[in-house]
């Protein structure tokens, strides 16, 4: 059973740990490439949902399979605490973060011609920036869980 839930551990974190690293690190600035800011942004924003949503099922999985194991894993109270703090600051993106910006972006007609300093791309560019720095959090979370599991 210990090895079943250990394989079914480190496939959770491998799949939430490289979801995170493929979408931040390739894809997203692929698009962006690509595409123009607000085609860019949009193709991003439509993704993120089902991002966030990805991201809580691995978090819940490897949580659950980390408090079925107890102390069967190395270092399983500091693992225990990234997977938490990583499904907070998920959780926090998902139902708070990206709804709020998505509204905000729906309010702005382009990227592209609203000045920088419009109150909304301010706002927007506030909740991006909270949103990056959260997501970097989740991926240094996962990069040691990597290594720690």
């Known amino acids: 059973m210990d090895k079943f839930m250990v394989a079914i551990l480190r496939i959770a974190v491998a799949l939430w740990f490289g979801g995170v690293s493929l979408f ?6 692929l698009i962006f490439k690509n595409e123009t800011r607000d085609v860019a942004g949009g193709i991003v924003g439509y993704l993120f949902p089902g991002y966030f949503r990805w991201g809580i099922g691995c978090g819940v999985v490897a949580l659950v399979a980390l408090l ?3 102390q069967a894993v190395q270092r399983s109270r500091l693992a225990v605490l ?3 703090m990583m ?3 998920t959780a926090i993106q998902t139902w ?12 702005i007609p382009s990227f592209t011609t609203t000045p920088k300093d419009h109150p909304l791309r301010r706002q927007f560019s506030k909740l991006h920036g909270i949103s990056a720095a959260s997501n ?8 040691v869980l990597v290594v720690l599991l």
């Open 68 to 70: 079925i194991l107890g």
């Open 96 to 107: 708070y973060i990206e709804p709020q910006a998505a509204a905000i972006k729906r309010q």
């Open 87 to 89: 499904l907070i600051i």
């Open 136 to 143: 970097l959090s989740v991926f240094a979370g996962g990069f």
């Open 82 to 84: 990234l997977v938490t």
């Open 24 to 29: 931040t690190f390739v894809l997203t600035p």
